[in-house]
Structures are given as C-alpha cells and as structure tokens.
T-cell receptor, first 113, second 115 residues
Framework: DAKTTQPNSMESNEEEPVHLPCNHS???????IHWYRQLPSQGPEYVIH???SNVNNRMASLAIAEDRKSSTLILHRATLRDAAVYYC??????????????FGKGTKLSVKP | DSGVTQTPKHLITATGQRVTLRCSPR?????VYWYQQSLDQGLQFLIQYYNGEERAKGNILERFSAQQFPDLHSELNLSSLELGDSALYFC??????????????FGPGTRLTVL
C-alpha cells in the first residue's frame, strides 16, 4: 500500500514549469514526503523530501499543504531529460518497515519539445 | 552516477537455477536495500541490511536470501528460479537507514532473465 495518490500521467512543454500533485490524506505528523524519479532504463533517483515546510534544492521545489494532506513537486523549467516516472512516497520518521520506500505507480511525465 | 555499483548488469539463466547478485554501496553508507521491479508488480522493496544485520523485510520470497558482509557490500541470492523471477533488481544504499528521513541512492540495476 503506497498510501499516496498521484495522477497516472502528465504532459508538459519544454522550458515550462511543471506541478506534479500528490495526495496523502492519511499522513501522520511524523511521516516524511519523498519524491524520487526513474528515468527510462535507470534506477530511481532521489529528487527531494520534506516534513512540514516547503523545500528547495537544485533539482526541484516541494510545496507541502498546510494540513499536510497533499504536496506538489515543482520543476521550474522542464527539460527533455526530466521525462520520467515520478514517485511520491511517505516514510515514517521512526524507520523500520514503515521507514522504507513503498513505491506506487507514480506519475509518468512526458515533456514535449 | 549514484556511487552504488551492481554486478552483473545482465544475467540470463534457466528455471531451477541459483544466481547471486552483488551490490557495493556508496562509500560510508551503512545500509543496503534490495528492490525488485517487474512489469506487473512495479518496484517492490525486498529487504534492508544495516551494518551487517537485517533491519527490515518486505515482499521477499523464501527462495530469496541476502546478506551484508563486513566490508558492507551485499549479495542477493535467488534460488529455484522461476520464469516470474525475471525482473530488474535494484540495490540502494543510505548513510544510516534507521529513519524514514534517510535518502536512498540507487544503483543501475541487474536485469535477470529466467528462461
């Protein structure tokens, strides 16, 4: 049970921003939100993670709703290289079996030139 | 390049056979994770080792086993192979691995084909 809900697919144009949504309505106060992506024929790649407040790194931004029941991964300017399956994953702060990455089906992002 | 290495890249074998997949974590990482990715099941967590000890278990079959050695590299052993075991097997590592806060770094995978 991935415990998150994402759209199956999204399309974007190159050099435009992309907002990838994720619902996690049953999230607990100590659950992190992670985003990984998997490019074709490669292993998953870490993108970003957060707990309560918005986060930025060189790859993307993560906006977490105030009630934490949803979040949005923001790619500021999509490139062709960003075409991948994006996974939104909850993990428990306390680790164990709930601290591991449980992958759902993710969102397949297509980027058009 | 994540710094995680996996060998071999490809493996073709027959049903009933046994194979060993090898993973070297990033330098300094104490935890190793194994995942299986097949077309029908998606990416599934199999097992985690932390500093040589099994830490968490996922959907790992009894025919599969893993271990982590003192130098922290890990091996995944798959025995009595069936056609349905054909999949991509990924290894990942993390610095610690005792918290859901940890970031995992994935290797390029081993593609196993069982004929």
């Amino acid at each position: 049970d991935a415990k998150t809900t994402q759209p199956n697919s999204m399309e974007s144009n190159e050099e435009e921003p992309v907002h990838l949504p994720c619902n996690h309505s049953t999230i607990s106060g100590t659950d992190y939100i992670h985003w990984y992506r998997q490019l074709p024929s490669q292993g998953p790649e870490y993108v970003i993670h957060g707990l309560t407040s918005n986060v930025n790194n060189r790859m993307a931004s993560l906006a977490i709703a105030e009630d934490r029941k949803s979040s949005t991964l923001i790619l500021h300017r999509a490139t062709l290289r960003d075409a991948a399956v994006y996974y939104c994953i909850r993990t428990s702060l306390y680790g164990g079996s709930q601290g591991n990455l449980i992958f759902g089906k993710g969102t397949k992002l297509s980027v058009k030139p | 390049d994540s710094g995680v290495t996996q060998t071999p890249k490809h493996l073709i074998t027959a049903t009933g056979q046994r194979v060993t997949l090898r993973c070297s974590p990033r330098s300094g990482d104490l935890s190793v994770y194994w995942y299986q990715q097949s077309l029908d099941q998606g990416l599934q967590f199999l097992i985690q080792y932390y500093n040589g000890e099994e830490r968490a278990k996922g959907n790992i079959l009894e025919r599969f086993s893993a271990q982590q050695f003192p130098d922290l590299h890990s091996e995944l052993n798959l025995s009595s192979l069936e056609l349905g075991d054909s999949a991509l097997y990924f290894c990942a590592s993390s610095e610690v691995g005792t918290s859901g806060r940890d970031t995992q770094y994935f290797g390029p995978g081993t593609r196993l084909t069982v004929l």
